[in-house]
C-alpha cells in the first residue's frame, strides 16, 4: 500500500527534484519546455513559486511579479493566438546552484497564417525546485 501512495504521489508531483548537478538542471529544462510544447499550463506554473519575479517585454518594464494563475492566463491566451506555439531548446548553459540560462526558439502561427519564428534567451533562478524568478530577453521590436 505504501508504495501505491508513493507512485501516485511521484506521479502527480510536477515539480523537478533539487539540482545539485548540470545534469539534474537539464532534466530539469526538459520538464519545462515538454510542459510547455503540451501547452499544459498548469504543470508549466506550478515549476513556479507561487509569486514570481518576470522580466519579459511582453509584461512591460522592469521586474513584474506574477503568480501562477496569471502564469496560466498569459500562456492560454498566447496560446489563443498562436495554437501551434512551440520552443525548441538550441542551449542549456547551468550557472552556479541556483540560475540555468536556456537558450530557445519559439515558433507558431497566427489564425492569419502569418508564422513567427523568435529567439529567446531566458535566466532562471530556481530554489527549492521551484522558479523564483525568470528573467526573459528577446527582440520585441518587428521594425523593417
Known sequence: MFTLVVAFF???NPTPPPMENS??????VKTYFAHFNKHD??????????????????????????TREQTIKKYT??????????????AIYPSGE???????????????????????CTIFTIENGLITKDYT????????
Not at 23 to 28: G, I, Q, R
Not at 77 to 90: I, K, S, T
Request: charged letters at 25%.
Open 41 to 66: 499550463w498548469e504543470k508549466m506554473a506550478a515549476m513556479y513559486t507561487e509569486v514570481a519575479d518576470f522580466k519579459d517585454p511582453s509584461l512591460g518594464n522592469g521586474i513584474v511579479k506574477q
Open 77 to 90: 491566451e498566447l496560446n489563443q493566438l498562436f495554437p501551434d506555439l512551440h520552443d525548441e531548446v538550441v
Open 10 to 12: 511521484s506521479c502527480n
Open 98 to 120: 541556483k540560475h540555468i540560462v536556456v537558450e530557445f526558439i519559439s515558433t507558431g502561427t497566427a489564425p492569419d497564417q502569418t508564422k513567427f519564428e523568435l529567439p529567446i
Open 137 to 144: 530577453y528577446y527582440d520585441n521590436f518587428s521594425g523593417e
Open 23 to 28: 545534469n539534474a538542471k537539464t532534466e530539469w
